[in-house]
């Protein structure tokens, strides 16, 4: 019954382009969660411990983290192998690059090959490399995501469209508060030549969590 | 001993990645905000474990209430532990918020 509720919260609002738009005046908690919220704003403003620009720029900061950072992040490690080996071995370093800090927590980067395909899930929470890919999609927060991947992953995988091959591992990796993890997707066929830019455009967030393979050439055609 | 929280392994439901994609709304990412602003290095006023604590402290109410409304009760917890704001000081700026918001609501 409690999960019903959060899934018709999940649908009460109209969902809205992954774009940065200027934030919309959209859908309002339930009054309580409202009153509390705007209370304990206003006495952390009062306060002197946050500001409203401070929340604003936080806003900002966020909607700037979003699944085109992490693509741009995965293509180059396609592109160019000394980054690819930096963002395996020392993921830190490699994340600077792109103005991405992610202390206190570190992200472990795990790559899918012709032999395994891994998958994230955060079973307590919702622990989700923020800093690359923003927020999470409400299904990943979910119990059904959160309970079934890691007794059967393959069958969760289906439900995204995704087929394993039953001679290939499939992988989940339980995130943590400390520790978040990213997929470095399979590069596909048919990108030989082809520069940064065109390469992350095959890369969805889907893909960098492991529900799904990065794009096909043909994919992306029209 | 398995908290509320404690998801992992159990049966469920189909994951329907089709529906459940919603976009945060400005007020779940004003929630968010609120959090990473007492999360940062600043501040320091909280880590992520203290948030799981409080929001696994709400029992089987964990189920009950929708993510960004499990942070909201965590931040205000964790801000009354903190001392950074009272009880009575919380309880009374609800009472002056709340006829506001309700005007709002009600095109006022």
Known sequence: MSETHEHAHDHEHPPHAHDGKPIQEDALPPLEAHVLETAVRELLIEKGVISSDDIRRSIEERESRNPALGAKIVARAWADPEFKSKLMNESDEALLTFGINMSPMELCVVENTQEVHNMVVCTLCSCYPRPVLGIP??????????????????????????????????????????????????????????????????VTRDSMIGVSDALTPAEIED | MRGPQDYGGLPAGPVDPENNEHDPTHWEKTVDAMMMLLFDQRRRLARVDESRRMQEALGEDYHKYPYYERWLQAISWLLLEKGVFTQEELDAKMAEVRPRLEAERNGG
Do not use: C, M
């Open chain 1, 137 to 202: 999609p409400a299904w990943y927060k979910r119990r059904d995501y959160r309970s079934r991947a890691v007794r059967e992953p393959r069958a969760v995988l289906q439900e995204f469209g995704t087929q394993i091959p039953e001679a290939k591992q499939v992988r989940v990796h339980d995130s943590n508060a400390d520790l978040r993890y990213l997929v470095l997707p399979q590069r596909p066929d048919g990108t030989e030549g082809w520069d940064e830019e065109q390469l992350a455009k095959l």
